[in-house]
């Protein structure tokens, strides 16, 4: 599944807006994105962890050129599991467009001076079921509203300016006549009024309805430098938001088991036993077919004593001390025997694959006569190849090496034309009897036709 960093909603009135979730300084990907057939409202899944502060970022997106239509003076909300929060952002729209970024960064105050930050915690469960149905039904999502408003009366917010707003879960400090900015010894304090109340447990059964394992709660506080606020008195030109963005968010295990984030990367190309899986990887569907991935390792290697590993052998092994080398004898059997080279003047014996009826090859002599002799080396049933052998071997041991890889690679070659050759042949027997049987449903009579159908379902 394709995932994005941004949420696009393509407004009326040359409105258009991107959004998304900033999470240690990256956007957080989001998955399974559905758009309202008006295209005003988006939802996507994000992938969250625990103990991780956020930001939820949006800016407009520059009309084109040619659009008619001029952009409006908006504001945006902030909805986080069900809890609207008491201020907003105003986006005046100006003679000449500047695209600015917007962002709700926590928990504000009155005064706009701090905040405290969105932080993805862990979920509180209990069994108490006087808490069960108590779980807000928008628990786990992050809902950005964009309202079209007309803007007036804008007055700045100065620092000697105390909290007016009675019903706001928000803190002052009414002794001093100013707002009470918390210290870093007071962030950790429970009687701390200068953040929202939340319910402080959810009940097991609403917790696993909706897969929910995080919430949002305020996290450590901070101050803002050179930072203006400002109150402005709008009036709301409809009764709901013309753009709406929910961004549902879950651990990333749950995403992957819903099916709605796909599986990781280490995840996909490993097996079940934990070892990784050539086969899997891209690169292994590209590679010819080697002898080793034909072979059959586990055939005839009781009866001479060789361990899997040794029957099939690529190429020579050169050493030192007297070790036979070996050589494949047929391309489906692979079945391997020694070939000497000894100083009297005994025969030399190679594999025949021309019986293969036998489970053991027969052998013929080459005699190493005085003038140049020819050795035949039937290979996959093909045509011979006759190779000159002189009466004293002479070649090197890079040559040896050589000449093996050779013949080797001439098996493989010879084994793939066979195989692309009998998917040929399979290709065209697969278009004749296709063409066949459309001639012959053809041929057939309208009435006599409908008759076969009805046959062919009832025998299904």
Request: overall charge negative; glycine content about 4%.
């Amino acid at each position: 599944m394709m995932s994005t960093n941004n949420l696009q909603l393509n407004g009326l009135k040359g409105n258009t807006f991107n959004s998304w979730v900033e999470c240690d300084g990256m956007a957080l990907p989001i998955y399974g994105t559905e758009t309202s057939a008006d295209q005003h409202s988006i939802v996507g899944w994000i992938p969250v962890e625990q103990g991780k502060p956020f930001v939820v970022h949006w800016y407009r997106v520059k009309p084109a050129p040619t659009s008619k239509h001029k952009p409006c003076d908006m504001s945006a909300e902030l909805v986080v599991d069900g809890r609207r929060l008491p201020y907003e952002r105003h986006m005046l729209a100006a003679e000449k467009f500047w695209q600015s970024e917007f962002k709700f960064e926590g928990f504000e105050s009155d005064s706009g001076k701090f905040y405290h930050e969105f932080i993805f915690s862990k979920l509180e469960l209990t069994d108490d079921e006087s808490m069960e149905g108590h779980c807000p039904q928008e628990l786990g999502i992050i809902q950005l509203d964009m309202w079209r408003v007309n803007s007036f009366n804008v007055n700045p917010i100065y620092e000697d300016e105390g909290s007016t707003d009675s019903d706001s879960d928000w803190g002052s400090d009414s002794d001093s006549g100013s707002e009470w900015v918390p210290s870093d010894e007071d962030e950790d304090e429970d009687e701390d009024d200068s953040v929202p109340k939340f319910i402080q447990a959810v009940h097991e059964r609403d917790a696993k309805v909706k897969s929910a394992e995080h919430r949002i709660r305020p996290g450590k506080v901070v101050v803002y430098e050179n930072r203006q606020a400002n109150k402005t008195r709008v009036s709301i030109t409809e009764r709901q938001p013309v753009y709406t963005f929910k961004f549902l968010y879950r651990s990333m295990d749950v995403l992957i088991a819903k099916g709605i984030a796909p599986p990781r990367q280490s995840e996909a190309s490993a097996p079940h036993d934990g070892r990784l899986d050539a086969s899997r990887t891209p690169q292994a569907a590209e590679r010819p077919p080697s002898i080793s991935s034909l072979a059959q390792p586990h055939q005839h290697t009781q009866d001479d004593g060789r361990t899997p590993e040794e029957t099939v052998v690529v190429g020579p092994k050169l050493e030192d001390k007297d070790e036979p080398l070996l050589f494949p004898d047929d391309a489906d059997v692979r079945q391997t025997r020694p070939l000497k080279f000894e100083d009297n003047d005994e025969p030399l014996l190679f594999p025949d694959s021309d019986d293969d009826e036998d489970d053991v090859h027969q052998t013929r002599p080459l005699k190493l006569e005085d003038n140049e002799t020819r050795r035949q080396w039937p290979l996959c049933n093909k045509p011979t190849i006759e190779e000159t052998v002189k009466t004293e071997i002479e070649l090197s041991i890079d040559d040896q090496i050589a000449l093996a890889e050779a013949e080797n690679e001439k098996i493989k070659n010879n084994i793939r034309s066979q195989k692309f050759a009998r998917l040929k042949e399979l290709q065209h027997e697969r278009v004749r009897l296709k063409r066949e049987e459309s001639q012959l449903f053809d041929n057939t009579r309208p009435a006599k036709r409908a008759k076969i159908i009805d046959l062919t379902l009832d025998s299904e």
